[in-house]
């Protein structure tokens, strides 16, 4: 399985900036998949952005305008720009990709990387 290592986490003042970094090893397949959870203090974990090999990036509707998904397929590595950040953004980052191999497919987590956004 896949070992991802998520990078860029910190401490930011509100209407600041930060971007995130995912760099998979281990064994993958095809990666089909790339995208970004975050689980605030007290709350389950939730969608950031997603996005498929060849399609167009999906974003939950609280970071529309303000987060940039961007994949890099050969390189096993996915950032997340985030802009423009709220107090309400503090959260765990997660960083997760999807492999297969035939009809097997593979769900990639990493250990997540904190975000705290506060003056």
């Known amino acids: 399985q896949g070992h991802l290592v998520e990078s860029g986490g910190g401490l930011v003042q509100p209407g600041g900036s930060l971007r995130l970094s995912c760099v998979a090893s281990?064994?993958?397949?095809?990666?089909?998949?790339m995208g970004w959870y975050r689980q605030p203090p007290g709350k389950q974990r939730e969608l950031v952005a997603r996005?498929?090999?060849?399609?167009?990036?999906i974003y939950a509707d609280s970071v529309k305008g303000r987060f940039t998904i961007s994949p890099d397929y050969a390189k096993r590595t996915v950032y997340l720009q985030m802009s423009s950040l709220k107090p309400e953004d503090t959260a765990v980052y997660y960083c997760?990709?999807?492999?297969?191999?035939?009809?097997?497919?593979?769900?990639?987590w990493g250990q997540g990387t904190q975000v705290t956004v506060s003056s």
């Open positions: 997760n990709m999807k492999d297969r191999l035939g009809e097997s497919e593979y769900d990639n």
């Open positions: 281990g064994t993958m397949f095809s990666i089909y998949a």
């Open positions: 996005v498929m090999r060849g399609e167009i990036p």
